[in-house]
C-alpha cells in the first residue's frame, strides 16, 4: 500500500475522532458528533482532492477518496466505541 494512502486514512481518521470527541466534550448528542465528524471530514478529504484537481502536477485521486472514506469510518468506528463506553 501507498505511503499516500495510508496518510489519507489516518488524516481522516483522527479528524473524525477529533471532531467526535470535541462534540462530546460540549455534551452534545450523539448524532450530532458523529454527523460533524463525518462532515469535518469528508470535506477536508474532497478540499484536499480538489486542491490536487487544479493544481497542474497533480490529479484527482478516487484511490485518496476511498482511503479517506475508511479512515472517516474507522475513526467513527473508534470514536463511537470510546465514548459510548
Do not use: R
Not at 484527482?60 to 469510518?73: L, N
Amino acid at each position: 500500500m501507498q505511503k499516500d494512502k495510508i496518510l489519507h486514512f489516518l488524516a481522516c481518521a483522527v479528524l473524525t475522532f477529533l471532531t467526535m470527541s470535541l462534540f462530546f466534550i460540549v455534551n452534545s448528542p450523539y448524532s450530532y458528533a458523529a454527523l460533524s465528524g463525518i462532515l469535518v471530514s469528508t470535506a477536508a478529504a474532497w478540499g484536499k482532492e480538489y486542491g490536487d484537481k487544479v493544481n497542474p502536477n497533480n490529479k484527482w485521486d478516487w484511490y485518496d477518496v476511498f482511503a479517506d472514506s475508511i479512515g472517516t469510518i474507522t475513526g467513527l468506528i473508534i470514536g463511537s466505541i470510546l465514548w459510548l463506553i
